[in-house]
């Protein structure tokens, strides 16, 4: 899976255990530039490396896998968790994000009153 988007935060390595490591990515993704969504993704171990790059503001394109996790707490009641973990993320161009997130050309209107009159030949 993969979006587009501008880079809203990038977190510090997280070093959750002695041999096991993080590190997050928040995007906003505009689809509806007047709701935007500000997704977070996820990397793990030598991934976090990925991001040393990536600075707030960025225009990126990020490839993840949709991750979901089943974890039974001490009652026995079952709880599910989802993670998007991040496995390349690529740094746009200006070019390539003005593209993406332009929005449509559309023909100009046209002047019907500059239209012919009742002596065209159409037949409707």
Same mark, same amino acid.
């Given at each position: 899976?993969?979006? #587009?988007?501008?880079?809203? $935060?990038? *977190?510090?390595?997280? =070093?959750?255990?002695?041999?096991?490591?993080?590190?997050?990515?928040?995007? $906003?993704?505009? =689809?509806?530039?007047?709701?935007? =969504?500000? +997704?977070?993704? $996820?990397?793990?171990?030598?991934?976090? %490396? !990925?991001?040393?790059?990536?600075?707030v503001g960025n225009d990126v394109e990020v490839? /993840?896998?949709?991750?979901?996790? #089943?974890?039974?707490? #001490?009652?026995? #009641?079952?709880? /599910?968790?989802? &993670? !998007?973990?991040?496995?390349?993320?690529? +740094?746009?161009?200006? *070019?390539?994000?003005?593209? %993406?997130?332009? &929005?449509?050309?559309?023909?100009?209107?046209?002047?019907? %009153?500059?239209?012919?009159?009742?002596?065209?030949?159409?037949?409707?």
């Amino acid at each position: 899976m993969d979006i #587009k988007g501008k880079v809203h $935060e990038v *977190s510090e390595v997280i =070093e959750v255990t002695e041999k096991f490591r993080k590190r997050e990515l928040v995007v $906003e993704f505009a =689809e509806n530039p007047q709701y935007p =969504e500000y +997704v977070k993704f $996820e990397a793990i171990q030598d991934r976090c %490396s !990925l991001m040393d790059n990536i600075k707030v503001g960025n225009d990126v394109e990020v490839f /993840f896998n949709l991750k979901g996790r #089943k974890w039974t707490d #001490k009652n026995g #009641k079952d709880q /599910f968790f989802n &993670t !998007l973990q991040l496995w390349k993320v690529n +740094v746009l161009s200006a *070019s390539e994000a003005a593209a %993406s997130n332009s &929005t449509p050309a559309y023909a100009a209107p046209v002047d019907i %009153s500059a239209a012919p009159g009742e002596d065209d030949d159409l037949p409707f």
